[in-house]
């Protein structure tokens, strides 16, 4: 096996690093890129499929993937490490040729404005939009989730219009809202419980991204594709409702 530095190119193998006894990661670039997520979300695809022996876990990032498994099942006279790399490459050069994996699409209803999207007048009038123009770009966005992070269920995703492109605030609020929706940078995401955070809030979803109670407890997954779409106080009381009976 021979490691390539990583983002030498969209059809370049990935470069395998041992971390430690028990993970390998493999490197598909070194920035945040639509591309590479891809990559990453069709390798996850790929080796769920040919489901290795001792795989414990494997975890998505921007342009990583981090395999968990057991060395015992490796053990082959060599390192454990090496030969679970050269079965991982294997894989991953026999589903190669095959067209990338069916994403799920998951709608969220957002209430946008208001006392659960406070900065949305000023991110519009930052950005030289009406809020109504921010709203409209923001639920006709088609976006993918990059990884899940900072706290269980929190998605980040690609995707955001650059037009809607802003900058964290200066100074984090201490506390967010569970559901709020948000804008920090490139990206947008989802607050899935009350959390310290610097992101510009733009409104607020009903639904749970994280549930330990639930079966997987996130809703979104690394991989999924995500539609926002606007809904009234109406709505969100209606949701919010059922959301806290099918919880109880």
Excluded: K
């Amino acid at each position: 096996m021979r490691p390539i530095a990583p983002g030498s190119g969209p059809d370049q193998p990935p470069l395998f690093e041992p971390l430690g006894e028990t993970v390998l990661l493999l490197r598909f670039g070194d920035r945040v890129d639509a591309a590479l997520s891809a990559r990453v979300h069709d390798a996850l695809a790929c080796l769920r499929a040919a489901r290795l022996p001792g795989v414990i876990d494997a975890v998505a990032g921007y342009a990583s993937l981090a395999l968990h498994y057991d060395p015992a099942a490796w053990i082959s006279g060599g390192a454990p490490w090496r030969a679970f790399a050269d079965a991982v490459q294997a894989a991953l050069a026999a589903g190669g040729a095959r067209p990338a994996h069916a994403r799920r699409t998951i709608d969220i209803p957002v209430r946008y404005g208001g006392e659960d999207g406070r900065d949305l007048d000023a991110v519009a009038a930052e950005l030289g939009l009406a809020p109504d123009e921010l709203v409209s770009l923001h639920a006709a966005g088609d976006y993918s989730v990059a990884m899940l992070g900072f706290a269980p269920g929190f998605p980040y995703l690609l995707g955001l219009d650059p037009r809607l492109h802003a900058p964290r605030l200066a100074s984090p609020r201490t506390r967010v809202p569970r559901g709020s929706v948000a804008i920090g940078g490139a990206q947008t995401g989802i607050y899935p419980a009350e959390l310290p955070g610097g992101w510009r809030l733009i409104g607020r979803t009903p639904l749970a991204l994280f549930d330990p109670a639930r079966e997987p407890p996130n809703l979104l997954a690394a991989g999924d594709r995500v539609r926002f779409r606007a809904i009234d106080a109406d709505g969100f009381a209606a949701l919010q409702a059922r959301t806290t009976l099918d919880a109880a």
